[in-house]
Structures are given as structure tokens and as C-alpha cells.
């Protein structure tokens, strides 16, 4: 450890700016994602451009914070109003809600937060240990090893596929040609441009996740409300004074009687969290689907506290994990890591396993900034949980207007180019079809952030071979391994039908809710 | 209206937008100077560019610099702005070698690299060619060593351009393997996977003298000596007989712009550049000012374009 870093990494973190940015991060992360349709990846890429602005410390306090009380908040809505506030809280909603419908639902949000923080801090101290070690191993990865680790990448998306692979792989390839437009890696000349100059540059990141994050789900809600339904008047009176002081709240007794759930939790979370492609969603799934065949007589499903504790703990154990692909190869493994990235890009530094000597004391800053955060998330969680629940009721006619109207905005401010909100409005009514037709999005972006990335380091590698296929692809001894692995991924995917069993455990709780 | 008088209003118009012209030399500048970079804000260029703008202002005549953003098309968007904002001198181009390289690999580009009258350089980085001591112990072996075998040369596609026309001029040929950040090519260099890093002057001195040395500066403008002796002096492309390429950070105005109103620019902005409060603003950045003026600009300009436009054909 550089001690000297370390010392500026305090420095930089510990001003009142990093500070007031972590803060306001956790605040809105937590409220984005307590109202549902608003996940961590939008409030990332709507901020985005305000952290562009920021100092480096201040604008990781800004991401990350969102990041882990996003991941935290959508546990609120799940419970309150069986209304994951994102995908990652959904297997929260089983005992969740059935917790607020006798009356519990305070020990049901606490246990969330307990759960969330100390899964959080886990994974953090697990990535610290063990990231300068993966960022050591990472030299040995050339363009062929690096170009295997990204297939593996692309065949765990099965998992992420729910019940039809068809769907998840048609959204894989939307997300492989948009990566394609642009300028050619190699030759620098421009393809799939259809003749358009401002297609030369290809799609840039944040207009393609505000759309397809952010814009398609706005404009799902905004036709939903066209069509008025009434369900949310219903849960409006039904909630109202559920949080009270007065109704039941979580003894420390209770907290650790979910060691196990949440020991499950940071297992599972932390090595999902690390693979690149996957995510919290899967995370909690995996966590929850363990935790209740593990443990029985805990009658996870029907309203205990160790089924919150398992999803929550899954996935809140992700968010320090995923950026671990990031640090150590330069491999966005999610769509938020790759938002971090490129706030770190902006700031002049680029993510590789060089960063750990060029860059130490961001490096310090950064894990610093992650425990931090888990604090922050604890002291606001704690604080506004049941203030931020009512958010879950903000009406949709005012809601859907203001976020599209931030997307629009946030689109153009982030490179002010026009060109980049007309691309915004599209993608974002391409998610919208995706999303009424059943087609996932997550496997869109990720290929979309991997695809040139693995074109670049397929045909570097074919350079170094002087153009030999087999000398490219199985060169070294490490890049056979990683083939092998991501043969035994995708039978393993095929073979257990993992996308499937995730989407039966929802599936199963749902009847069984009913 | 007559054909006559049509002509005679055409005449007075022309004779009126003529005096209005020489008069706006005379008191150039007034009001606003707009500084167009081709790139995002957030960026490197865009830091540097308002860096200038607000340290370098007081030089200009008591008009305000203004930073203008506009991004798009390898960079080429910005330079199209430009050419259709009126010629009077108060939208200024600041930008790199992206632009050229992008219409040099473009087959029916829009404008020509030509259609730009440079003004100054504000800062020229140089290739430098990183290699491990033991593999190359200088340029002559490695020259050698290309005669026998492939040898791979990583870097940004406008750093290989440097690469690649000293090699040529060698007699030699090499494996020129592009990556999109330099970051990139030295991870890759570090592990063993390439042989030799084509990289910046500021990089090179992360890696040099622990992880390599440097073999050679590709290009054409000297590096400050400090920075020269810490990567342990390595030869310059004229040392060894060959025209070197260097990449600027230039400057230029609309090539219809008055005569009169680009001399006046160009001496603001020489004195401001040889500012010693504004070049230490520079050097505490990590970015030296390395001026050049507008007569050496314009012709290492054309020497660069001529250079890239063969040595681009020798990526490929």
C-alpha cells in the first residue's frame, strides 16, 4: 500500500464538496429508486452530466452514492406497495409486502436497510482486498484473453435472458449492431453510418442508457396514464399510516438471526457482482432462490424477514463488485459501471490495471467513497425510508413530465450535441417497443458497451498473429482456459436452464401471492 | 427596377460590405471571440482551450474569449462550423490532428484539411517510441530487428502515423496495431503483448526508466530539454536524417478572413502564448506551452498534412 496515496486520497475525500456530493448521491439514489420505474441506471445517466462538472471525488461521491442508495430505495416501493421500485428489488416484493400486509411493514423496510448496508460494506472490503491483486493479474491479459473474458461476458447474458432466450439474445444483437456504428477501430473509417456525417462518432453512452433506461420507461408510464388506471388510488389510502411510530420495528436479536441469509446474500452478490454482464437483478434472484430452499422452516415466501434479508443483501453486495472488471481490465461489466468509467475518462483518467499505479490516490479515494457511502445510505436510509415510501404515490402526471423533460435535457448537456437527444428520443422509443413486446434491455446495453470493445481486441489480436485465426483466438495458455470457461457457461445456462429457473422463482411467488 | 440600376445597387452593396470589412480591421477586436474546439466539454482539449480563454484574455484587445463546444464526425463538425461563420475573424479553430486523420481516411471527405489559414501552434507532442532495454538497446538494432522479423507497434492511430513514417524512411516496414487510448497500447506494452509503445512525451515518462526506454522522438519540434533528459535523451527523427511528424495543438481562422484582421490575431495570440504568467498556468497543468509562430506553424502545417497523407496508406 502507497502510504503518501493513501494520505491524498484522504485529503481529497474528506472536503465538505465530497462530502455534500456523496450526501445529495445516497438522498436522490435512495428517492429515484423508491419510485418505481426509476432504476440506479437512470439516475446515473441523468446525472452524468452534472458530474462531468465536479471534481473526480465529487463526481465518484455523486455516482456511487446514487448507485448504492438506488440499489437500497427500491427495496421501499417493493414493500410498501408490492411495486419494486427497480428490477433488483423485485424478489423483495414476496415477503415484503406480505410483512405490510399484517401490519409489519417498518420492520420490513428496516430489515432491508440493515441488510443492504451490511451486505454493502462486505462486498466493499472484499473488492478493496482483493481488486490491486485481479489489477496485477490483468497485465497478463492481452488482446486474446481480454477478447475471451468479454465472450464469457456475452454468455452469461442467458441468465439474464428470463424465460425467453429468443427475446433476450434478439436484444443481444440490437445491442451488438448499435455498438458497430461509427468509425471503424482499426481503419478509423466510418460504417452503418446509412450516409449520416453525425453517426461518424458512433452512439455515445449516455444518450443510448437516458433512452433506454430513462425515456422508454417514461414513455410506457406516460401511455399507461393516458389510459388511467386506478390502482394507485387504492394502495394511496392503504398506506397512509402503516410507518408509524407506533407499529413494530426490528430488534438487533432479529438483525442477526439473518446471518445466514445475508452471509448467502454477500457470497452470492460479490461474485455475480464481479462476473461482467451480470447484475443486482440476477444477484438477488440467486440469493433469494438459495436462502429459500436452504432454509425451510424459515418460510421464506411467506412473509419473513429472511427473504428481505436474503434479496436485499444480494443485491446490495453487487455495487462494489461490478466496478472490480472496470479497475482491473478496463471492462464496463454494467451499464453503471460503465457510467463511472466514463466519468473517470472525463476526468482524465482511463480505466485499466494501470490506473492502481498511475492514479493511487484515486484509486484510495474511490474505496473510501464506497464505504463511505454505506454510511450515508444507513444514516438517510434510516431518516427518510419512511418519508421516501410516500414518493412511491407522486402521481404519475407529474412525475412522467419532469423525467423527460431532465432526459432531454441531460442528453444534450452531456456533449452538447443536438444530435445526441434526437438519438436519445429514439432509442428511448425503441426501449419503449422492447418493453411492450416482452424484450429485455439490459442485454442490449451490455453487448452494446462490449461489442467494440471485443471487435478492437479481435482484430489486435489478429494483427499481433500477422492475420493466423488460430494463433489470435487460443494463443496462450490463459486464453484456452477462459474459452473453456465460457463453453462451460453456456452449457451450463442450456443444460440447467438458468434463465429460466430465475424467472420460475418469481413466477412461483407470484401464484403463490394471489 | 432596371438591369442598370440592379447593377449599380449590386456595386454600392459590394463597395459598402468592402469599407465595412476594412473598417472592422481596423478596430478588430470588439466584443466576442468565439473559440470553436471540435470536442465535448469535459475533455483534455476543452480544459486546455478555457484554460487559455480565461488565463490569455487580457491579450486580445479587451475582447472576451468564448470557449464553443461542438463535437461530432471524428471532429470534422467543428471544423464545418467554422468555414460557415462569416470570415471576420471572430471564430477562432483550436484543434489536433483528429480532424485531419479523419479526412485523410475519409474517401470523399467534405472539406480539405487545406481549408484553414493556421495562425500559431500552442502546444506540439511528439511519438515517441517506448521499447524494452534488452529486446532494442537503440535505433540501429531495432531497425535491424525489423529487417528479420514482424515487430508490433501499438499506439493511437495519430501516434503510429509517427511511427510509421520514420520506419518507412528507414527502409523498414512494421505491424502497426491501433488502439483507442493510449492508456490501452501501454497496459498491452507492459504485459508483453506488443513490442514496442508509440506514446506521448508525458506518458513516456511514466514508463521510462523503470518499465522501457525511449528510442526515438518521432517528431519534429524538439521536446523542452528537462523532459528530454528524464527519458534519457533519445535521438530526434532529424538527428537520424528523417523528417519527423509532430502533433499540434494549432490554431487557425476562416481562410477568406481579411489579411490585416489574421495578423492582428496572430500577434495577440504570440503574446499571449509567450506569456511567462500564462505558460506557468501551463506547466503547473502538465502542459507546457510549446509555441510556435504563424509563419513556422503554417509551414510544419503543410508538412504535416503532406507527411500523413502518405503515411496513413502504410496503417493499412
Same mark, same amino acid.
Given at each position: 500500500?502507497?502510504?503518501?496515496?493513501?494520505?491524498?486520497?484522504?485529503?481529497?475525500?474528506?472536503?465538505?464538496?465530497?462530502?455534500?456530493?456523496?450526501?445529495?448521491?445516497?438522498?436522490?439514489?435512495?428517492?429515484?429508486?423508491?419510485?418505481?420505474?426509476?432504476?440506479?441506471?437512470?439516475?446515473?445517466?441523468?446525472?452524468?452530466?452534472?458530474?462531468?462538472?465536479?471534481?473526480?471525488?465529487?463526481?465518484?461521491?455523486?455516482?456511487?452514492?446514487?448507485?448504492?442508495?438506488?440499489?437500497?430505495?427500491?427495496?421501499?416501493?417493493?414493500?410498501?406497495?408490492?411495486?419494486?421500485?427497480?428490477?433488483?428489488?423485485?424478489?423483495?416484493?414476496?415477503?415484503?409486502?406480505?410483512?405490510?400486509?399484517?401490519?409489519?411493514?417498518?420492520?420490513?423496510?428496516?430489515?432491508?436497510?440493515?441488510?443492504?448496508?451490511?451486505?454493502?460494506?462486505?462486498?466493499?472490503?472484499?473488492?478493496?482486498?482483493?481488486?490491486?491483486?485481479?489489477?496485477?493479474?490483468?497485465?497478463?491479459?492481452?488482446?486474446?484473453?481480454?477478447?475471451?473474458?468479454?465472450?464469457?461476458?456475452?454468455?452469461?447474458?442467458?441468465?439474464?435472458?428470463?424465460?425467453?432466450?429468443?427475446?433476450?439474445?434478439?436484444?443481444?444483437?440490437?445491442?451488438?449492431?448499435?455498438?458497430?456504428?461509427?468509425?471503424?477501430?482499426?481503419?478509423?473509417?466510418?460504417?452503418?453510418?446509412?450516409?449520416?456525417?453525425?453517426?461518424?462518432?458512433?452512439?455515445?453512452?449516455?444518450?443510448?442508457?437516458?433512452?433506454?433506461?430513462?425515456?422508454?420507461?417514461?414513455?410506457?408510464?406516460?401511455?399507461?396514464?393516458?389510459?388511467?388506471?386506478?390502482?394507485?388510488?387504492?394502495?394511496?389510502?392503504?398506506?397512509?399510516?402503516?410507518?408509524?411510530?407506533?407499529?413494530?420495528?426490528?430488534?438487533?436479536?432479529?438483525?442477526?438471526?439473518?446471518?445466514?441469509?445475508?452471509?448467502?446474500?454477500?457470497?452470492?452478490?460479490?461474485?455475480?457482482?464481479?462476473?461482467?454482464?451480470?447484475?443486482?437483478?440476477?444477484?438477488?434472484?440467486?440469493?433469494?432462490?438459495?436462502?429459500?430452499?436452504?432454509?425451510?422452516?424459515?418460510?421464506?415466501?411467506?412473509?419473513?424477514?429472511?427473504?428481505?434479508?436474503?434479496?436485499?443483501?444480494?443485491?446490495?453486495?453487487?455495487?462494489?463488485?461490478?466496478?472490480?472488471?472496470?479497475?482491473?481490465?478496463?471492462?464496463?461489466?454494467?451499464?453503471?459501471?460503465?457510467?463511472?468509467?466514463?466519468?473517470?475518462?472525463?476526468?482524465?483518467?482511463?480505466?485499466?490495471?494501470?490506473?492502481?499505479?498511475?492514479?493511487?490516490?484515486?484509486?484510495?479515494?474511490?474505496?473510501?467513497?464506497?464505504?463511505?457511502?454505506?454510511?450515508?445510505?444507513?444514516?438517510?436510509?434510516?431518516?427518510?425510508?419512511?418519508?421516501?415510501?410516500?414518493?412511491?404515490?407522486?402521481?404519475?402526471?407529474?412525475?412522467?413530465?419532469?423525467?423527460?423533460?431532465?432526459?432531454?435535457?441531460?442528453?444534450?448537456?452531456?456533449?452538447?450535441?443536438?444530435?445526441?437527444?434526437?438519438?436519445?428520443?429514439?432509442?428511448?422509443?425503441?426501449?419503449?417497443?422492447?418493453?411492450?413486446?416482452?424484450?429485455?434491455?439490459?442485454?442490449?446495453?451490455?453487448?452494446?458497451?462490449?461489442?467494440?470493445?471485443?471487435?478492437?481486441?479481435?482484430?489486435?489480436?489478429?494483427?499481433?498473429?500477422?492475420?493466423?485465426?488460430?494463433?489470435?483466438?487460443?494463443?496462450?495458455?490463459?486464453?484456452?482456459?477462459?474459452?473453456?470457461?465460457?463453453?462451460?457457461?453456456?452449457?451450463?445456462?442450456?443444460?440447467?436452464?438458468?434463465?429460466?429457473?430465475?424467472?420460475?422463482?418469481?413466477?412461483?411467488?407470484?401464484?403463490?401471492?394471489? | 427596377?432596371?438591369?442598370?440600376?440592379?447593377?449599380?445597387?449590386?456595386?454600392?452593396?459590394?463597395?459598402?460590405?468592402?469599407?465595412?470589412?476594412?473598417?472592422?480591421?481596423?478596430?478588430?477586436?470588439?466584443?466576442?471571440?468565439?473559440?470553436?474546439?471540435?470536442?465535448?466539454?469535459?475533455?483534455?482539449?476543452?480544459?486546455? +482551450?478555457?484554460? &487559455?480563454?480565461?488565463?490569455?484574455?487580457?491579450?486580445?484587445?479587451?475582447? +472576451?474569449?468564448?470557449?464553443?463546444?461542438?463535437?461530432?464526425?471524428?471532429?470534422?463538425?467543428?471544423?464545418?462550423?467554422?468555414?460557415?461563420?462569416?470570415?471576420?475573424?471572430?471564430?477562432? &479553430?483550436?484543434?489536433?490532428?483528429?480532424?485531419?486523420?479523419?479526412?485523410?481516411?475519409?474517401?470523399?471527405?467534405?472539406?480539405?484539411?487545406?481549408?484553414?489559414?493556421?495562425?500559431?501552434?500552442?502546444?506540439?507532442?511528439?511519438?515517441?517510441?517506448?521499447?524494452?532495454?534488452?529486446?532494442?538497446?537503440?535505433?540501429?538494432?531495432?531497425?535491424?530487428?525489423?529487417?528479420?522479423?514482424?515487430?508490433?507497434?501499438?499506439?493511437?492511430?495519430?501516434?503510429?502515423?509517427?511511427?510509421?513514417?520514420?520506419?518507412?524512411?528507414?527502409?523498414?516496414?512494421?505491424?502497426?496495431?491501433?488502439?483507442?487510448?493510449?492508456?490501452?497500447?501501454?497496459?498491452?506494452?507492459?504485459?508483453?503483448?506488443?513490442?514496442?509503445?508509440?506514446?506521448?512525451?508525458?506518458?513516456?515518462?511514466?514508463?521510462?526508466?523503470?518499465?522501457?526506454?525511449?528510442?526515438?522522438?518521432?517528431? +519534429?519540434?524538439?521536446?523542452?530539454?528537462?523532459?528530454?533528459?528524464?527519458?534519457?535523451?533519445?535521438?530526434?527523427?532529424?538527428?537520424?536524417?528523417?523528417?519527423?511528424?509532430? &502533433?499540434?495543438?494549432?490554431?487557425?481562422?476562416?481562410?477568406?478572413?481579411?489579411?490585416?484582421?489574421?495578423?492582428? &490575431?496572430?500577434?495577440?495570440?504570440?503574446?499571449?502564448?509567450?506569456?511567462?504568467?500564462?505558460?506557468?498556468?501551463?506547466?503547473?497543468?502538465?502542459?507546457?506551452?510549446?509555441?510556435?509562430?504563424?509563419?513556422?506553424?503554417?509551414?510544419?502545417?503543410?508538412?504535416?498534412?503532406?507527411?500523413?497523407?502518405?503515411?496513413?496508406?502504410?496503417?493499412?
Amino acid at each position: 500500500m502507497q502510504i503518501e496515496a493513501f494520505y491524498d486520497a484522504l485529503a481529497l475525500v474528506f472536503t465538505v464538496q465530497t462530502m455534500f456530493w456523496l450526501l445529495i448521491g445516497v438522498f436522490l439514489g435512495v428517492g429515484l429508486g423508491a419510485i418505481p420505474g426509476l432504476t440506479a441506471s437512470t439516475g446515473i445517466a441523468l446525472m452524468l452530466p452534472l458530474s462531468f462538472t465536479l471534481d473526480i471525488t465529487g463526481a465518484l461521491g455523486l455516482l456511487i452514492g446514487l448507485y448504492k442508495g438506488a440499489v437500497f430505495g427500491g427495496s421501499i416501493s417493493a414493500i410498501s406497495f408490492a411495486t419494486p421500485g427497480a428490477p433488483d428489488s423485485a424478489a423483495t416484493v414476496y415477503d415484503g409486502y406480505k410483512l405490510t400486509k399484517k401490519g409489519k411493514g417498518r420492520k420490513a423496510i428496516l430489515t432491508a436497510l440493515y441488510s443492504s448496508v451490511t451486505a454493502d460494506t462486505a462486498s466493499d472490503i472484499v473488492v478493496i482486498l482483493v481488486a490491486p491483486t485481479i489489477a496485477l493479474l490483468a497485465l497478463q491479459f492481452g488482446p486474446t484473453e481480454r477478447l475471451w473474458l468479454m465472450v464469457v461476458a456475452i454468455t452469461l447474458l442467458g441468465t439474464l435472458s428470463g424465460r425467453h432466450l429468443a427475446k433476450g439474445m434478439l436484444s443481444a444483437g440490437i445491442g451488438l449492431f448499435l455498438g458497430t456504428i461509427g468509425a471503424d477501430p482499426v481503419s478509423n473509417v466510418a460504417r452503418n453510418t446509412f450516409g449520416q456525417d453525425w453517426l461518424r462518432d458512433g452512439i455515445h453512452l449516455v444518450p443510448l442508457v437516458i433512452g433506454i433506461f430513462a425515456m422508454s420507461q417514461m414513455l410506457d408510464q406516460g401511455l399507461e396514464l393516458l389510459r388511467k388506471t386506478r390502482k394507485g388510488q387504492q394502495v394511496e389510502k392503504s398506506t397512509k399510516d402503516l410507518f408509524g411510530k407506533s407499529s413494530e420495528g426490528l430488534t438487533f436479536r432479529e438483525y442477526l438471526s439473518c446471518w445466514r441469509e445475508m452471509g448467502i446474500g454477500i457470497g452470492v452478490g460479490t461474485f455475480v457482482g464481479a462476473l461482467p454482464g451480470l447484475g443486482a437483478t440476477v444477484a438477488a434472484f440467486m440469493s433469494y432462490g438459495i436462502a429459500k430452499q436452504a432454509f425451510p422452516e424459515k418460510k421464506i415466501g411467506e412473509g419473513s424477514i429472511h427473504g428481505i434479508a436474503a434479496a436485499e443483501a444480494g443485491n446490495n453486495a453487487t455495487v462494489g463488485p461490478t466496478l472490480v472488471p472496470l479497475l482491473a481490465f478496463g471492462i464496463p461489466g454494467s451499464a453503471t459501471a460503465a457510467l463511472i468509467g466514463a466519468a473517470l475518462i472525463l476526468q482524465g483518467i482511463t480505466p485499466s490495471p494501470r490506473m492502481f499505479s498511475l492514479h493511487a490516490e484515486v484509486i484510495y479515494a474511490l474505496f473510501i467513497i464506497l464505504i463511505l457511502g454505506n454510511f450515508a445510505n444507513l444514516g438517510i436510509g434510516r431518516m427518510f425510508a419512511f418519508v421516501y415510501a410516500r414518493l412511491g404515490q407522486v402521481p404519475g402526471e407529474v412525475l412522467v413530465p419532469i423525467i423527460m423533460v431532465m432526459a432531454v435535457i441531460g442528453a444534450f448537456a452531456a456533449r452538447g450535441d443536438p444530435a445526441d437527444v434526437y438519438m436519445m428520443l429514439g432509442l428511448g422509443f425503441l426501449g419503449f417497443l422492447m418493453r411492450r413486446v416482452g424484450i429485455p434491455e439490459a442485454p442490449l446495453v451490455i453487448t452494446f458497451l462490449i461489442a467494440p470493445l471485443l471487435e478492437e481486441n479481435l482484430r489486435r489480436a489478429l494483427l499481433i498473429n500477422r492475420g493466423d485465426w488460430g494463433g489470435a483466438l487460443f494463443g496462450s495458455a490463459l486464453g484456452i482456459g477462459l474459452a473453456g470457461f465460457a463453453v462451460l457457461v453456456l452449457v451450463i445456462t442450456f443444460r440447467m436452464n438458468v434463465g429460466n429457473r430465475l424467472a420460475q422463482i418469481g413466477h412461483e411467488e407470484d401464484k403463490n401471492g394471489k | 427596377m432596371s438591369f442598370r440600376t440592379t447593377i449599380a445597387a449590386g456595386v454600392a452593396a459590394a463597395m459598402a460590405l468592402g469599407m465595412g470589412t476594412a473598417a472592422a480591421a481596423n478596430d478588430y477586436p470588439t466584443g466576442t471571440i468565439n473559440w470553436v474546439i471540435p470536442f465535448g466539454a469535459g475533455g483534455g482539449s476543452d480544459r486546455l +482551450s478555457r484554460m &487559455f480563454a480565461s488565463e490569455a484574455e487580457r491579450h486580445f484587445g479587451g475582447a +472576451s474569449l468564448n470557449v464553443e463546444n461542438h463535437p461530432g464526425a471524428g471532429a470534422v463538425t467543428g471544423w464545418q462550423h467554422v468555414l460557415n461563420q462569416p470570415a471576420d475573424g471572430y471564430t477562432v &479553430f483550436n484543434a489536433t490532428p483528429t480532424p485531419i486523420i479523419t479526412l485523410l481516411s475519409e474517401e470523399d471527405a467534405p472539406i480539405d484539411p487545406g481549408d484553414i489559414e493556421i495562425l500559431g501552434y500552442l502546444a506540439a507532442f511528439a511519438s515517441v517510441l517506448v521499447v524494452r532495454e534488452d529486446e532494442f538497446p537503440d535505433w540501429d538494432s531495432f531497425v535491424a530487428a525489423l529487417q528479420e522479423r514482424p515487430i508490433t507497434i501499438g499506439g493511437t492511430n495519430a501516434l503510429l502515423l509517427g511511427a510509421a513514417n520514420v520506419i518507412d524512411q528507414a527502409g523498414a516496414e512494421a505491424i502497426y496495431v491501433p488502439y483507442g487510448s493510449t492508456g490501452e497500447s501501454v497496459t498491452d506494452f507492459l504485459g508483453g503483448h506488443i513490442d514496442v509503445a508509440a506514446v506521448t512525451e508525458s506518458t513516456a515518462l511514466t514508463i521510462v526508466p523503470e518499465n522501457g526506454i525511449a528510442l526515438m522522438n518521432t517528431s +519534429s519540434i524538439a521536446l523542452p530539454d528537462d523532459v528530454n533528459e528524464a527519458l534519457g535523451n533519445p535521438p530526434m527523427a532529424t538527428d537520424l536524417g528523417f523528417s519527423g511528424l509532430a &502533433f499540434p495543438r494549432w490554431v487557425g481562422m476562416h481562410p477568406d478572413t481579411p489579411e490585416d484582421v489574421m495578423a492582428r &490575431f496572430a500577434e495577440m495570440f504570440e503574446a499571449a502564448a509567450t506569456d511567462p504568467e500564462v505558460q506557468a498556468a501551463f506547466e503547473a497543468a502538465g502542459e507546457p506551452i510549446i509555441f510556435l509562430d504563424r509563419a513556422a506553424a503554417a509551414a510544419d502545417y503543410e508538412a504535416m498534412v503532406r507527411t500523413m497523407r502518405n503515411a496513413i496508406g502504410l496503417l493499412q
